[in-house]
């Protein structure tokens, strides 16, 4: 749906701002459910949250139908992204589950890439066939695929851990559940998806300003180089540690975002490969060193908590980007987009310098 919600906007006659914002709440409706996900993670709730996902997937789709307004259009992108939170943090740790002992990162990459794979042929297949058949034919493939996803989920075997791994002390107190160590590498999470989140907003817009015909064969390219950036970032992350893999992979990926707006045509797509490769490994090592950092049986509130930051980053940077782009145009926007991936670079080997 990434090259097509955007349109869609446009066709109810919202403006920039509503883009951002339309894009942006179903980030920011993800990252309150993160948290309380992670709490049943722990409490070996995967197979429920995953059928709960596919559930939300296939109904939201259906509703996207129905909405003719942007409100509505807007209610519906909230509900979606409780799909989000259910899936997103309960499939890494599965994957952790399954890692043989030392090569988490290439365990959590290799999930990561299979969601990549679908996320970057989905948007080219999407806006064909919304310019063939009109957006409700994509919205109701989404739901039976979503339909499929539920089925699936339903027969995956779980293994339940060590009875050693059982959580010794309480999330913090609060209105979400919380783990302090996941915090830096939330934060940082956070920055690497502000330009996602400018990405998935305006990109589609910007491809045709640069005369890119086809908007859904940027995501294309960012997702093959994404993967890439996943499996390599993955098994360097394991061998050379974290910090090594992460800021390198936040630089790279704040010059794809930063260089957006100044890339003609097929240009584009090396800013798409830049981006992707960037975010890719340093979100694959982030997620590593999320669970690295957690108190034992403490796992799924520690990768909530640092869901709630990178949600945060994806819904605030299409939240910012719109409403900059607004006032000082689409350049402006990406351009500052690009800057906070370079400033977490910066202050990546200092935030997590506690532990591996």
Do not use: C, K
Not at 9 to 36: D, K, N, Q, Y
Request: charged letters at 10%; hydrophobic letters at 55%.
């Amino acid at each position: 749906m990434l090259a097509v919600v955007p349109f869609q906007v446009v066709h109810l006659g919202g403006a920039p701002g509503e883009i951002g914002l339309t894009l942006g709440v179903f980030a920011l409706s993800a990252m309150v459910g993160r948290p309380f996900v992670g709490v049943l993670l722990d409490r070996e709730r995967h197979r429920a949250l995953l059928v709960g996902g596919g559930t939300v997937f296939a109904t939201a789709s259906f509703l996207y139908i129905a909405a003719d307004t942007i409100g509505a259009l807007i209610a519906v992108r909230a509900f979606h992204g409780i799909g989000m939170a259910l899936t997103a943090t309960t499939v890494p740790l599965l994957a952790d589950r399954l890692a043989p002992p030392g090569r988490r990162g290439e365990a959590i990459a290799l999930q990561y890439s299979a969601q990549v794979l679908a996320g970057g042929v989905a948007p080219a297949i999407g806006y064909a066939l919304a310019q063939s058949a009109g957006p409700s034919a994509v919205f109701a493939w989404s739901g039976a695929l979503g339909t499929l996803g539920a089925i699936v989920a339903a027969r995956i075997a779980v293994p339940r851990r060590d009875r050693g791994t059982e959580a010794s002390d309480p999330p913090v107190r609060g209105p979400l559940p919380w783990d302090r160590s996941a915090v830096p590498v939330g934060a940082l999470l956070g920055v690497a998806q502000i330009g996602y989140g400018a990405v998935t907003s305006f990109v589609p817009i910007q491809a045709g300003v640069a005369g890119l015909q086809n908007a859904g064969l940027y995501f294309t390219a960012f997702s093959a180089a994404m993967i890439a950036g996943q499996i390599a970032g993955g098994r360097a992350s394991d061998r050379f540690g974290r910090v090594w893999v992460i800021a390198p992979g936040l630089a790279l990926g704040g010059l794809g975002v930063l260089l957006t707006p100044f890339l003609p045509e097929w240009s584009l797509l090396f800013g798409a490969a830049l981006f992707g490769l960037g975010l890719g490994s340093s979100t694959t090592a982030l997620f590593a060193a999320a669970v690295d950092r957690a108190a034992p049986g403490r796992a799924g509130v520690a990768m909530g908590t640092a869901g709630v930051l990178l949600e945060l980053g994806i819904g605030g940077g299409s939240i910012a980007t719109g409403a900059v782009s607004q006032f000082a145009g689409l350049p402006t926007a990406f351009f500052l987009a690009g800057i906070t991936g370079l400033i977490g670079a910066a202050v990546a080997p200092l935030a997590l310098r506690r532990r591996r």
